[in-house]
Each structure stands twice: as structure tokens, then as C-alpha cells.
């Protein structure tokens, strides 16, 4: 029965189609329409559901293979999905306890082989007290270079962000702590910046700034001369001097003897291995807090001292930099609107030789303090970073 009105259908539809160009039959043509127009919908429906069944299939294929979601970041342009796993799982406003954050931050994966592709970044951890005054020469310096860098800011806890949602600063404070300069405090607020920072997998080095710190170099040449440095940079030097040996205290022993007591600036750029060991010491950390108390100044001595036990040989023995001790008096030069010049940055930049993976050169800071606000604009008109 049904075949026997299929054909009868498309015979009438057949007919029909011959039949258009009479001019004297208009009533039965329109009826005669129909038929076509049923088609037409039932064509439309079959793709209709087609694309829609296609639509399930490939999400699903994607919940398990990711295909969908890598193409689509891959053509927007933006970066490969390399830390989003870590990054989601720990963003930089947390409540984690410092104990819970040291803790965690010191897990090394065991495996080399990453399952994500992506640039190493360089982890920039400003320590501030409050605002970043020079943030407008950093985010110059930035520019272009997005996946190459990671920022964290450690600033009084009651401090408000000044910076809006287009900064490359925006969000990116960490859960802090007061901090007085020389006590204990300070070291605190470093490891937790340098544990906010582990936590994402694509940091490979760890450069500490304050905020009164410029770069010396553009993004690029930055980021070559640590990224291919084979050693970590902080000043770390036995000083027989009441400045030195003499802040050591007998109660650090076994652990520190005073001659392996090291003095050095706190401006430190390391590699993540050697980050690890600094937020998971439990054995010589102690020591400093119960006993390099003012005035030690735990700040010079105890990431120093430190490392220089542990990982000695993998220091460069200098910081990266710079600081202008030669006005005298226990605080470093600041720099004023008059100093910058393109002489003054071509000193401090080739201020002294010094060794790099083996070699002399000439190239030694990256970074330069102190710089007061009112070197912002000279600094960016001079184009050091273009
Ligand atoms: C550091 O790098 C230099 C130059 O690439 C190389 O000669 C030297 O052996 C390296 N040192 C270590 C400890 O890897
Ligand atoms: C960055 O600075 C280096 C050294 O001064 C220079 O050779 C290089 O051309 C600069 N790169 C860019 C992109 O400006």
C-alpha cells in the first residue's frame, strides 16, 4: 500500500512539473506545489539533524581528546594552553596558609617530559611596600612578550591595587603579609613569592625586584642572558667584617658554621631548582629566624648562606643587579630626573667585566636601583626597551 502511493505522489509531482507552463490550469498547480516544498523541508531536516549529530560526536570526541579546544586557542593566537592545568588549580589569589603554600609549592614532578608545549617563562616577583611607581616603565618593557613572563606582587596586604584590568600588573598581587625591612618577615614574604610562582610549571627562573627597580635591556636580551645562563645569580661572599662574620651567631651551629656564613645583596635571579630548595628548607631556616635577629639583616645572609651550602656550585657568585653604594651612608643612591642620560644607562650596563657560563664580559646587570618616579618619563622617551 505504501509504495503504491509513494509512486502515486511522484507521479502526480511529475506531472505537475510538466504541467507548470499551461497557463489555463493556476488552482491545481498550487496544489500541485506542495509536494516539492515537502521535499525541500525534509531535506533541510535531514541536514539539519545531520549537523547536529555531527556537532555531538566531535564535542564528545573532545571531551576526551582536546583536539577541539587546542585548534581553537592555536587560531585565536593565543598562547598554548601550557600552565592552565596549574594555573587553575592554583591561582594567584588563594587560602592557602603559608605552611600550606610552602608545602605544596616544594612537590617536584618527577617526569622531564611536560605534556604541554609552551615558552619557559622568567617569573618577575616585585617586592613592594605599597605601589609599583615605576609600572608604567616595566609594562613598556613587557609589551609583546606576553608569553614569556609571569608577575606576582607581594605588597602591604591593606594596599589597593592601583591598577586597572588592561595592566599586565592587574591581578596579579599575591595573599601578603606586613613586612619590616631586615627581620625575619622580609625572607617570609620572598619564599611565599617564590612558592606563588612555582606553583605554575611554565616559570623556569625566578628574578626578585623591588619597586624601585628599572631593566637595563629589552625584553629579548633579558630574557636570552638568563634563560641561557647555566648558573643562578646572588651575591654571596664570605665578609670577615663586623658587617659580615660578625652578624653570625654561634647558636646557627651545626647547621651554619661562621665560615660558611655568606653576605650578599637580596636581589636573587635562581632557576627553579634551586626555588624548590629555598621554599622546602626546613633545616637552615630556623636557624636564621631564632638567630640572625637585629641587627643580621636575615635578608643578606640567609637565602645566601643558604644556597651556597647547598647548591654552591651552581651560584655565579653575583647578583644581576645593580646598586650605587658610592654616596656613602647605609642606603644606596637613588636616581633622580637629571641622571638619565643615554651615557648613564651605557655605564651601568657595561660597568665592570665579569664571567658568564665561563667567559669574561662585559655585561653584568640587568636590573638597576634605586630610581625615583620622576625618572619614569626621561627613562621611556630615551626608548631603552625598542
Ligand atoms: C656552562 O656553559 C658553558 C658555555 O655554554 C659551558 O662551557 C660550561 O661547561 C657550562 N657549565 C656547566 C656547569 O654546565
Ligand atoms: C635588544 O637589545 C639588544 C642589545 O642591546 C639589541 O642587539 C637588539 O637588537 C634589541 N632587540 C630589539 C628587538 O630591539
Same mark, same amino acid.
Not at 566531535?58 to 598562547?79: A, C, E, H, N, W
Not at 609589551?143 to 606582587?153: A, D, K, L, V
Given at each position: 500500500?505504501?509504495?503504491?502511493?509513494? %509512486?502515486?505522489?511522484?507521479?502526480?509531482?511529475?506531472?505537475?512539473?510538466?504541467?507548470?507552463?499551461?497557463?489555463?490550469?493556476?488552482?491545481?498547480?498550487?496544489?500541485?506545489?506542495?509536494?516539492?516544498?515537502? %521535499?525541500?523541508?525534509?531535506?533541510? &531536516?535531514?541536514?539539519?539533524?545531520?549537523?547536529?549529530?555531527?556537532? *555531538? *560526536?566531535?564535542?564528545?570526541?573532545?571531551?576526551?581528546?582536546?583536539? &577541539?579546544?587546542?585548534?581553537?586557542?592555536?587560531?585565536?593566537?593565543?598562547?598554548?594552553?601550557?600552565?592552565?592545568?596549574?594555573?587553575?588549580?592554583?591561582?594567584?589569589?588563594?587560602?592557602?596558609?603559608?605552611?600550606?603554600?610552602?608545602?605544596?609549592?616544594?612537590?617536584?614532578?618527577? %617526569?622531564?617530559?611536560?605534556?604541554?608545549?609552551?615558552?619557559?617563562?622568567?617569573?618577575?616577583?616585585?617586592?613592594?611596600?605599597?605601589?609599583?611607581?615605576?609600572?608604567?616603565?616595566?609594562?613598556?618593557?613587557?609589551?609583546?612578550?606576553?608569553?614569556?613572563?609571569? #608577575?606576582?606582587?607581594?605588597?602591604?596586604?591593606?594596599? *589597593?591595587?592601583?591598577?586597572?584590568?588592561?595592566?599586565?600588573?592587574?591581578?596579579?598581587?599575591?595573599?601578603?603579609?606586613?613586612?619590616?625591612?631586615?627581620?625575619?618577615?622580609?625572607?617570609?614574604?620572598?619564599?611565599?613569592?617564590?612558592?606563588?610562582?612555582?606553583?605554575?610549571?611554565?616559570?623556569?627562573?625566578? #628574578?626578585?625586584?623591588?619597586?624601585?627597580?628599572?631593566?637595563?635591556?629589552?625584553?629579548?636580551?633579558?630574557?636570552?642572558? #638568563?634563560?641561557?645562563?647555566?648558573?643562578?645569580?646572588?651575591?654571596?661572599?664570605?665578609?670577615?667584617?663586623?658587617?659580615?662574620?660578625?652578624?653570625?651567631?654561634?647558636?646557627?651551629?651545626?647547621?651554619?658554621?661562621?665560615?660558611?656564613?655568606?653576605?650578599?645583596?637580596?636581589?636573587?635571579?635562581?632557576?627553579?631548582?634551586?626555588?624548590?630548595?629555598?621554599?622546602?628548607?626546613?633545616?637552615?631556616?630556623?636557624?636564621?629566624?631564632?638567630?640572625?635577629?637585629?641587627?643580621?639583616?636575615?635578608?643578606?645572609?640567609?637565602?645566601?648562606?643558604?644556597?651556597?651550602?647547598?647548591?654552591?656550585?651552581?651560584?655565579?657568585?653575583?647578583?644581576?643587579?645593580?646598586?650605587?653604594?658610592?654616596?656613602?651612608?647605609?642606603?644606596?643612591?637613588?636616581?633622580?630626573?637629571?641622571?638619565?642620560?643615554?651615557?648613564?644607562?651605557?655605564?651601568?650596563?657595561?660597568?665592570?667585566?665579569?664571567?658568564?657560563?665561563?667567559?669574561?664580559?662585559?655585561?653584568?646587570?640587568? *636590573?638597576?636601583?634605586?630610581?625615583?618616579?620622576?625618572?619614569?618619563?626621561?627613562?621611556?622617551?630615551?626608548?631603552?626597551?625598542?
Amino acid at each position: 500500500m505504501q509504495g503504491e502511493s509513494k %509512486r502515486l505522489i511522484s507521479r502526480d509531482v511529475e506531472e505537475g512539473r510538466t504541467t507548470k507552463s499551461e497557463p489555463g490550469r493556476p488552482q491545481k498547480e498550487k496544489s500541485r506545489e506542495w509536494p516539492s516544498k515537502l %521535499r525541500m523541508l525534509l531535506f533541510c &531536516l535531514i541536514l539539519i539533524g545531520s549537523a547536529v549529530i555531527l556537532t *555531538v *560526536v566531535v564535542v564528545s570526541l573532545d571531551q576526551r581528546t582536546g583536539i &577541539l579546544k587546542t585548534r581553537m586557542s592555536y587560531f585565536s593566537g593565543d598562547p598554548p594552553a601550557t600552565s592552565a592545568v596549574f594555573e587553575s588549580v592554583f591561582p594567584v589569589k588563594h587560602a592557602l596558609s603559608d605552611e600550606e603554600l610552602l608545602w605544596r609549592a616544594s612537590m617536584v614532578p618527577r %617526569r622531564l617530559d611536560m605534556p604541554f608545549s609552551g615558552e619557559k617563562r622568567i617569573a618577575f616577583m616585585f617586592l613592594a611596600a605599597g605601589p609599583l611607581p615605576l609600572a608604567s616603565i616595566w609594562e613598556k618593557f613587557f609589551e609583546g612578550y606576553e608569553r614569556f613572563y609571569s #608577575i606576582y606582587i607581594h605588597s602591604h596586604p591593606n594596599h *589597593v591595587s592601583e591598577f586597572s584590568s588592561s595592566s599586565v600588573f592587574y591581578g596579579r598581587h599575591v595573599p601578603s603579609k606586613p613586612v619590616i625591612w631586615g627581620e625575619v618577615s622580609i625572607v617570609d614574604a620572598e619564599r611565599r613569592l617564590l612558592a606563588n610562582a612555582l606553583l605554575d610549571f611554565s616559570n623556569e627562573r625566578f #628574578i626578585l625586584l623591588s619597586e624601585s627597580c628599572v631593566p637595563l635591556w629589552n625584553f629579548t636580551f633579558f630574557y636570552d642572558y #638568563i634563560m641561557r645562563s647555566n648558573k643562578s645569580f646572588i651575591a654571596a661572599f664570605d665578609d670577615p667584617s663586623p658587617y659580615g662574620r660578625g652578624r653570625y651567631n654561634p647558636g646557627m651551629a651545626p647547621e651554619i658554621t661562621i665560615d660558611q656564613f655568606r653576605k650578599g645583596g637580596q636581589w636573587f635571579e635562581i632557576k627553579r631548582e634551586l626555588a624548590v630548595e629555598v621554599v622546602a628548607d626546613v633545616k637552615y631556616y630556623p636557624k636564621f629566624r631564632n638567630f640572625c635577629v637585629p641587627h643580621c639583616y636575615i635578608d643578606e645572609h640567609y637565602i645566601q648562606t643558604m644556597l651556597s651550602i647547598t647548591n654552591g656550585d651552581k651560584l655565579a657568585g653575583r647578583g644581576l643587579t645593580y646598586t650605587d653604594w658610592s654616596r656613602g651612608g647605609s642606603h644606596p643612591a637613588t636616581f633622580v630626573y637629571r641622571d638619565i642620560t643615554d651615557e648613564f644607562f651605557e655605564r651601568l650596563r657595561n660597568d665592570r667585566s665579569c664571567e658568564y657560563n665561563g667567559k669574561p664580559g662585559h655585561v653584568c646587570w640587568l *636590573v638597576a636601583r634605586k630610581f625615583s618616579r620622576d625618572t619614569v618619563r626621561p627613562i621611556l622617551d630615551h626608548s631603552f626597551y625598542s
